[in-house]
């Protein structure tokens, strides 16, 4: 039987998802969890390696095995065994051929800046502290000029694996929710720290130190010393991944 979970969790007193020896992980939490309640060992496979302090509204494995546990009762009898910070919310069953990363049709991250002289004690672990002005106008024409099948080399953070740099950024969406500045990237897949480092990006664009002309320069110079800043990793969220089957 293959099992496909839907995840949520804050990830600030984590070390990522992926499992990483002498660091505490969410992957790591979750094996354990389904190991005690299935009396077995379980190695789960997850849509997105998030980095530490990133977190997720909707992240997906899957594991292989019989799950002796009805699914529907499945996310209380996980919950019940998981940190406070981690929740199952669905679990079902999918097609052998079912891979929570291969089988993915595109992702969806939503970074959450704060805007204010002083940082929200409500929003300090979820978002960004900007102090500046920033122009949203010139925000949403950046954003726009980034959708398309491109090559994000420029945005790309050492260290990753990816055969290509080239993604389809399906859609780049900024908004406002009174001191917060929301934007929303989906794409078929992402390079490592992408979308924190197109966010830093366009922040410079957004205080008026970058123009537009300056951020196509950017894309197409294909180099990481060419863009912005790395943005906080507290402000990520990894908001769902759309399959064939959701």
């Known amino acids: 039987m293959n099992v496909k979970l839907t995840v949520e969790y804050d990830g600030t007193n ?53 799950m002796p546990i009805p699914l529907d009762r499945v ?12 929740r199952i919310v669905d679990a079902k069953t999918v097609s052998e051929t079912f891979h929570a990363r291969f089988s993915a049709l595109r992702k969806t991250y939503v970074y959450t800046i704060y805007r204010g002289p002083y940082h929200s004690v409500f929003w300090r672990r979820y978002s960004w502290w900007v102090t500046h002005n920033l ?13 398309g099948q491109r090559d994000f080399a420029s945005f790309a953070a050492s260290g990753g694996a990816a055969k290509t740099s080239e993604r389809h950024l399906m859609e780049c969406l900024v908004s406002e929710e009174g001191p917060l500045v929301k934007v929303k990237f989906t794409a078929d897949g992402f390079l490592y720290n992408m979308v924190r480092n197109l966010m830093g990006t366009m922040v410079d664009v957004g205080m008026g130190v970058l123009s537009m002309g300056g951020l ?31």
């Open 216 to 246: 196509a320069a950017i894309l197409a110079g294909r180099d990481r010393a060419l863009a912005g800043i790395t943005a906080p990793p507290q402000g990520l969220c990894l908001e769902r991944v759309d399959y064939e089957l959701s």
């Open 135 to 147: 122009d949203i106008a010139a925000m949403n024409q950046a954003a726009h000029g980034l959708v």
């Open 14 to 66: 984590y070390h990522g998802f992926q499992v990483q020896p002498n660091a505490n992980t969410i992957q790591e939490e979750l094996e354990k969890a389904l190991a005690r309640r299935l009396n077995r060992p379980v190695r789960v496979i997850g849509a997105g390696r998030t980095d530490a302090g990133v977190h997720a509204a909707g992240q997906v494995v899957n594991f292989f095995g019989a």
């Open 75 to 86: 996310p209380v009898a996980l919950n019940s065994v998981l940190p406070r910070d981690i």
